[in-house]
């Protein structure tokens, strides 16, 4: 018997050895078989994954790459200016709403939702910032529980009836879970605040002082823009109604890098203001999260960012590293294409530091 474990010990620590051995050879892609400059990585990397979308990569304030690939829709290519549903992109620039108008005194991060929605239950002790931070525990109205139809013209105000009457996942402030229904809720306080519709408000406050001249929250007919597919084939409709100020917004990967370097430059809010916003009010592992952003290490190095999503067909990534002041903007209209990974990777070869196999998720 004690043969026996004695040669179950040392197979089981030769199994360990060769596993650290592999993961320390094969568990980091250091992007060796690219070649040329960085901007010509770039493209030989999105070229091999076969990515369908549009990117835009700046450090310090300025543009290093930028380039659209495969069709945004059938004889139509990916541009870095083609119109794009950003999905919950749109949260950043809801939650850059509301600290506006706390700013102004017009609000405060912790007014109780009851003093917008006195009706709403548990309202009294949920407050702003709750909503903000994904923290209210307020069931998320696309749970599948709710089989929610995302295909019809909703009015926000039926959206968050359809979970007026769900039990609250958790005490409110006590852990984190991603709830659409939040934000739905945000731009309401929104226009009953501003006394704007919440286009009007986002329009005026955020698209015009950024300089985004080609972002909307309608298409017209004319328009040509990214068609969502889900692997290679037409993904199911869906009305832009369905997410409000959760994710209705359309743009294009350079319109976004204007709000993101007007985010960076204070000059949509003030930096207390911002950095309040990039501050962790709640984290469920692996998640973290300020207002309107995730709060995260990239590589080491301190970060925020944000996923973008339709079951239509599209998925994105955005992601910040403050420090370095670089910015990198992954739109796909395919549904199939990880655009975390392919930004991770992107920064990776950026920084030129070999990342991690679990860095590419995290």
């Known amino acids: 018997m004690k043969k026996f474990l004695k040669i179950f010990a040392m197979i089981v620590s030769g199994i360990i050895i060769i596993s650290a051995a592999a993961l320390l050879l094969f568990g980091r892609d250091a992007h060796s078989n690219l070649s040329g400059k960085t901007p010509e990585q770039i493209d030989q990397y999105l070229t091999n994954e076969g990515f369908q979308g549009a990117v835009l990569i700046a450090k310090d304030g300025e ?36 600290m506006q108008l706390a700013e ?69 402030g006590e852990s984190y879970a991603y709830s659409n229904t939040g934000y739905v809720l945000l731009g309401l306080i929104i226009e009953k605040v501003s006394g704007q519709s919440y286009a009007e408000y986002i329009s005026e406050h955020i698209f015009k002082p950024a300089g985004m001249k080609n972002s909307m929250f309608e298409f017209t007919k004319e328009m040509p823009r990214a068609a969502g597919n889900v692997e290679g084939k037409p993904g199911p409709a869906m009305d832009h109604s369905a997410a409000y100020a959760a994710g209705d917004i359309i743009s294009t990967a350079e319109d976004l890098s204007l709000f993101y370097k007007s985010l960076h430059n204070n000059e949509l809010v003030s930096k207390e203001t911002g950095n309040l916003m990039k501050a962790t009010h709640a984290k469920k592992f692996p998640y973290q999260y300020g207002y309107g952003w995730y709060t995260q290490e990239v590589m080491g190095h301190k970060a925020v960012g944000h996923s973008g999503g339709y079951p239509s067909g599209f998925r994105h990534y955005v992601a910040h590293l403050q420090e370095e002041d670089l910015l990198v903007i992954v739109l796909s209209n395919e549904m199939s294409i990880n655009s975390k990974a392919i930004n991770r990777n992107l920064t990776s070869i950026v920084l030129k530091k070999p990342i991690w196999v679990w860095e590419k998720q995290l």
């Open 63 to 98: 543009v290093l790459f930028e380039k659209g690939y495969g069709e945004a829709a059938p004889d139509v290519k990916n541009t870095p200016d083609t119109l794009y549903q950003i999905a919950s992109l749109s949260k950043t620039f809801t939650a850059t709403a509301v």
């Open 104 to 172: 102004k005194k017009l609000l405060s991060v912790d007014d109780p939702l009851s003093a917008y929605f006195p009706d709403f239950p548990n309202a009294k002790n949920i407050t702003i910032g709750h909503l903000l931070s994904h923290s209210s525990g307020i069931p998320d109205y696309l749970n599948p529980e709710f089989e929610f139809d995302y295909g019809k013209k909703w009015d926000p105000n039926d959206i968050v009836d359809v979970v007026s009457d769900a039990d609250l996942e958790f005490t409110r």
